[in-house]
């Protein structure tokens, strides 16, 4: 197979996922034709092949429901901000990240990291409040530092507000829940090629096939992934993954079901340490000497070397079984792992010049660090969904019990000295550089978990509904650690520390039917963060929140909106304000020397709208808007008052495709991020950069049905290449360009 070689990557490197990509690639005609050979084979007998009839709705943007048996109720009569993206949206738009699916939610941004320190997942902050801690798979809990891929994805599901009965700890912000594809009782043969510009090479597969295994109902479904990506407008920066997820189901259709699922993921990436703020538009240089332009955001300015290298691994057991008709009853067992060796190199100040020094003399400081990230989990959960009534009043009651345990463990590397200075305008990759060792330093930290829950949707009348759920839930955090006095390769042993407590989340719903098909909603829920609740590393330290000694933080969210199913229920229409807090954050009075307390408290005033669906059978649109004000009610003296980072106050997205005669469909979107603070003090003269500009971006897209089993489609992102900011680092002196403008090539086959 020919192939042109990338300026940006040896050869060699590229090799077995382009081999990959190869394979995939000729193996789709195979087994469209092992299709089309079965068919015949099944005409010469003298009958008739089997016939899948499937609606056309399954091509709508909306989604009626949710995969969690916790909702008891249709979207459009539960009490809280849902958006539910799927998978024929994120085809359409060829996103294949997590980070690229939330696009189409408003409300969202990503962060760079914190000092010298560089995120390489998915670092979500959500109405204004960190939710990385707080992203799932089939309800399952999935930590790590790392960037999640759609290939084996149903939907997406988005749930805005407190989690604390829904999933026990977190922040007020809520969470994002992904559903993994499960074996049907039709044939699936379906796949799709892309090419792009940037060196971009991607292939999956989605095979299901209904099985004669002398069970009823079963069925064998299986999606891979190879995939070699570079970063639009960045240089050396790459992706690359392979992916494989079998499941196996038996009983589908009858009242026992069983599913046998595994998903193993493998990345290969170069990452992305950020590029300088330096001389651009709002840039702060403070009494410096220096000035100059800004850089090309194209730049790289990390080291030959550096690497983000992630195996995942998950395996999943689920039963269900229909005690009777409207009770169900589940179990789910799930041991999953995930390890990330990451090196990376991010820059540091710019070197003061002497006078009258030119720009193109100007270096910066490198920093590079590195650690190996495992997280660990093993858990059970059983639940139960029934239906009954209490005289006129009809129930709708799902409860169960979890057990979960939880570990992360980091091998922290000690830094290398005296790495060489990079030309700020003109860095060289390639120059020799220490790297991290690895001396012994590690925190290791681990959660178990017992929890109870249960929700009851109450219907007193054809136009009123309550819903209330509760959960409790005893977990015991532990946390050891060794590691390096400042300046020192020495290894100390710090001292264990532990954590015991009890937490009792709820939430509150009412809802008015004015019409069948619609719904006024008002609903009050809460969460708890726990000491270490993000990462299981507890602190003997008084001024860290995570320390033993002090409280959870404490959520809550107020929601008051309005759903209606539209267009004969093919369009959802949605409008919520509500009011987020979160308050018992650990803040400092100022004073020399200073003392700490549990007394700050920010909040989110907020609106958000939302419309989805099916206009006509041939235009579909997505769109929504989301206005957050928010404040540091209590806080330090330095932030009292000032906004919660990385919080624009206002955000859009859309997205709209038509289809067109002949089997052509065109489409298109545009995203909005307004302005958003990196820093949240109100008396610190500003350095750096300030702030994230605000930002328009449009997208493109346009497909071409060949015939029934082949399309081409084209997507064409930042169509006017518009310059921004997709993250910063929290001190302003660095942060990741978006995409450049771009195009991708897919060719989709289905069977």
């Given at each position: 197979?020919?192939?042109?070689?990338?300026?940006?990557?040896?050869?060699?490197?590229?090799?077995?996922?382009?081999?990959?990509?190869?394979?995939?690639?000729?193996?789709?005609?195979?087994?469209?034709?092992?299709?089309?050979?079965?068919?015949?084979?099944?005409?010469?007998?003298?009958?008739?092949?089997?016939?899948?009839?499937?609606?056309?709705?399954?091509?709508?943007?909306?989604?009626?429901?949710?995969?969690?048996?916790?909702?008891?109720?249709?979207?459009?009569?539960?009490?809280?901000?849902?958006?539910?993206?799927?998978?024929?949206?994120?085809?359409?738009?060829?996103?294949?990240?997590?980070?690229?699916?939330?696009?189409?939610?408003?409300?969202?941004?990503?962060?760079?990291?914190?000092?010298?320190?560089?995120?390489?997942?998915?670092?979500?902050?959500?109405?204004?409040?960190?939710?990385?801690?707080?992203?799932?798979?089939?309800?399952?809990?999935?930590?790590?530092?790392?960037?999640?891929?759609?290939?084996?994805?149903?939907?997406?599901?988005?749930?805005?507000?407190?989690?604390?009965?829904?999933?026990?700890?977190?922040?007020?912000?809520?969470?994002?829940?992904?559903?993994?594809?499960?074996?049907?009782?039709?044939?699936?043969?379906?796949?799709?090629?892309?090419?792009?510009?940037?060196?971009?090479?991607?292939?999956?597969?989605?095979?299901?096939?209904?099985?004669?295994?002398?069970?009823?109902?079963?069925?064998?479904?299986?999606?891979?992934?190879?995939?070699?990506?570079?970063?639009?407008?960045?240089?050396?920066?790459?992706?690359?993954?392979?992916?494989?997820?079998?499941?196996?189901?038996?009983?589908?259709?009858?009242?026992?079901?069983?599913?046998?699922?595994?998903?193993?993921?493998?990345?290969?990436?170069?990452?992305?340490?950020?590029?300088?703020?330096?001389?651009?538009?709002?840039?702060?240089?403070?009494?410096?000497?220096?000035?100059?332009?800004?850089?090309?955001?194209?730049?790289?300015?990390?080291?030959?070397?550096?690497?983000?290298?992630?195996?995942?691994?998950?395996?999943?057991?689920?039963?269900?079984?229909?005690?009777?008709?409207?009770?169900?009853?589940?179990?789910?067992?799930?041991?999953?792992?995930?390890?990330?060796?990451?090196?990376?190199?991010?820059?540091?100040?710019?070197?003061?010049?002497?006078?009258?020094?030119?720009?193109?003399?100007?270096?910066?400081?490198?920093?590079?660090?590195?650690?190996?990230?495992?997280?660990?989990?093993?858990?059970?959960?059983?639940?139960?969904?029934?239906?009954?009534?209490?005289?006129?009043?009809?129930?709708?009651?799902?409860?169960?019990?979890?057990?979960?345990?939880?570990?992360?463990?980091?091998?922290?590397?000690?830094?290398?000295?005296?790495?060489?200075?990079?030309?700020?305008?003109?860095?060289?990759?390639?120059?020799?550089?220490?790297?991290?060792?690895?001396?012994?330093?590690?925190?290791?930290?681990?959660?178990?978990?017992?929890?109870?829950?249960?929700?009851?949707?109450?219907?007193?009348?054809?136009?009123?509904?309550?819903?209330?759920?509760?959960?409790?839930?005893?977990?015991?955090?532990?946390?050891?650690?060794?590691?390096?006095?400042?300046?020192?390769?020495?290894?100390?042993?710090?001292?264990?520390?532990?954590?015991?407590?009890?937490?009792?989340?709820?939430?509150?719903?009412?809802?008015?039917?004015?019409?069948?098909?619609?719904?006024?909603?008002?609903g009050w829920s809460t969460s708890f963060q726990p000491p270490g609740g993000a990462n299981f590393e507890l602190s003997t330290?008084?001024?860290?929140?995570?320390?033993?000694?002090?409280?959870?933080?404490?959520?809550?969210?107020?929601?008051?909106?309005?759903?209606?199913?539209?267009?004969?229920?093919?369009?959802?229409?949605?409008?919520?304000?509500?009011?987020?807090?979160?308050?018992?954050?650990?803040?400092?009075?100022?004073?020399?020397?200073?003392?700490?307390?549990?007394?700050?408290?920010?909040?989110?005033?907020?609106?958000?709208?939302?419309?989805?669906?099916?206009?006509?059978?041939?235009?579909?649109?997505?769109?929504?808007?989301?206005?957050?004000?928010?404040?540091?009610?209590?806080?330090?003296?330095?932030?009292?008052?000032?906004?919660?980072?990385?919080?624009?106050?206002?955000?859009?997205?859309?997205?709209?495709?038509?289809?067109?005669?002949?089997?052509?469909?065109?489409?298109?979107?545009?995203?909005?991020?307004?302005?958003?603070?990196?820093?949240?003090?109100?008396?610190?003269?500003?350095?750096?950069?300030?702030?994230?500009?605000?930002?328009?971006?449009?997208?493109?897209?346009?497909?071409?049905?060949?015939?029934?089993?082949?399309?081409?489609?084209?997507?064409?992102?930042?169509?006017?290449?518009?310059?921004?900011?997709?993250?910063?680092?929290?001190?302003?002196?660095?942060?990741?360009?978006?995409?450049?403008?771009?195009?991708?090539?897919?060719?989709?086959?289905?069977?």
């Amino acid at each position: 197979m020919a192939y042109i070689k990338s300026r940006k990557h040896a050869a060699t490197r590229r090799s077995n996922c382009s081999a990959a990509v190869a394979l995939a690639f000729i193996a789709l005609p195979g087994a469209a034709y092992a299709q089309q050979t079965d068919d015949k084979a099944v005409k010469k007998a003298g009958t008739l092949p089997q016939i899948t009839v499937q609606s056309t709705a399954a091509e709508n943007y909306k989604a009626d429901t949710v995969a969690s048996p916790k909702f008891t109720q249709p979207l459009v009569d539960t009490p809280q901000t849902i958006s539910v993206i799927k998978k024929e949206l994120l085809q359409q738009q060829a996103a294949t990240t997590l980070e690229e699916a939330l696009s189409n939610t408003p409300g969202i941004t990503f962060q760079l990291g914190e000092g010298g320190n560089t995120s390489t997942g998915d670092t979500i902050f959500m109405r204004g409040f960190d939710t990385a801690g707080s992203i799932y798979i089939d309800g399952v809990r999935d930590l790590g530092a790392i960037s999640r891929d759609t290939f084996n994805l149903e939907q997406i599901e988005v749930v805005k507000g407190p989690s604390g009965s829904d999933n026990g700890r977190g922040t007020s912000s809520g969470y994002i829940n992904m559903v993994s594809k499960a074996p049907q009782l039709y044939d699936i043969t379906a796949g799709s090629v892309v090419v792009g510009t940037d060196n971009r090479q991607r292939a999956t597969v989605d095979l299901n096939r209904k099985l004669d295994l002398g069970v009823p109902g079963s069925a064998f479904r299986l999606n891979f992934l190879a995939q070699d990506y570079d970063v639009p407008g960045r240089d050396v920066v790459n992706s690359k993954r392979i992916g494989i997820a079998p499941s196996i189901a038996f009983g589908l259709g009858t009242a026992t079901r069983t599913t046998l699922s595994y998903l193993h993921m493998e990345q290969d990436n170069i990452p992305d340490g950020g590029v300088p703020t330096f001389g651009m538009p709002g840039y702060f240089y403070g009494t410096s000497r220096l000035r100059g332009p800004a850089v090309n955001p194209s730049n790289y300015y990390g080291l030959s070397g550096d690497r983000n290298d992630i195996n995942t691994d998950m395996v999943t057991a689920k039963i269900e079984h229909d005690i009777a008709p409207g009770t169900t009853i589940r179990n789910t067992t799930r041991i999953g792992r995930s390890k990330q060796d990451l090196v990376v190199t991010g820059m540091g100040t710019v070197a003061e010049p002497s006078a009258g020094s030119s720009p193109s003399s100007y270096t910066m400081s490198r920093g590079r660090r590195g650690r190996i990230q495992t997280n660990d989990i093993a858990t059970n959960q059983t639940n139960l969904t029934t239906e009954f009534a209490t005289g006129s009043i009809k129930h709708t009651l799902s409860a169960g019990v979890e057990f979960i345990y939880e570990r992360q463990k980091i091998q922290v590397a000690t830094r290398p000295d005296g790495l060489p200075a990079a030309n700020l305008y003109a860095p060289n990759s390639n120059v020799a550089a220490g790297m991290p060792q690895q001396l012994g330093a590690y925190t290791d930290g681990n959660t178990f978990t017992t929890a109870l829950y249960a929700f009851d949707t109450l219907k007193l009348s054809d136009r009123w509904m309550l819903n209330a759920g509760i959960r409790w839930e005893k977990f015991k955090t532990k946390t050891d650690s060794k590691s390096h006095p400042r300046g020192s390769t020495a290894l100390n042993t710090d001292p264990d520390r532990q954590l015991s407590d009890t937490l009792l989340s709820w939430k509150l719903g009412a809802v008015f039917k004015p019409a069948s098909n619609g719904s006024i909603y008002a609903g009050w829920s809460t969460s708890f963060q726990p000491p270490g609740g993000a990462n299981f590393e507890l602190s003997t330290n008084s001024n860290n929140q995570a320390s033993s000694n002090l409280d959870p933080q404490e959520g809550s969210n107020i929601e008051i909106g309005t759903k209606w199913d539209l267009f004969d229920n093919r369009v959802s229409a949605t409008a919520a304000i509500y009011r987020s807090q979160n308050k018992k954050e650990l803040i400092s009075d100022g004073a020399t020397p200073p003392s700490y307390s549990q007394l700050g408290k920010r909040r989110v005033d907020g609106v958000e709208l939302g419309l989805v669906g099916m206009i006509t059978p041939n235009l579909n649109i997505t769109t929504g808007l989301a206005y957050m004000d928010s404040k540091i009610v209590r806080g330090t003296p330095a932030n009292e008052g000032g906004v919660i980072v990385f919080s624009p106050k206002l955000t859009f997205t859309s997205w709209l495709t038509y289809k067109l005669p002949n089997g052509v469909t065109i489409g298109g979107g545009a995203r909005y991020v307004d302005t958003a603070a990196r820093s949240s003090n109100v008396t610190q003269a500003p350095t750096n950069l300030w702030t994230m500009p605000d930002y328009w971006v449009g997208n493109a897209m346009a497909s071409y049905d060949v015939n029934k089993n082949f399309s081409l489609q084209l997507n064409i992102n930042n169509v006017f290449n518009k310059k921004y900011i997709s993250r910063i680092n929290s001190g302003g002196s660095r942060y990741q360009p978006g995409a450049e403008r771009n195009a991708l090539l897919t060719a989709n086959l289905k069977f």
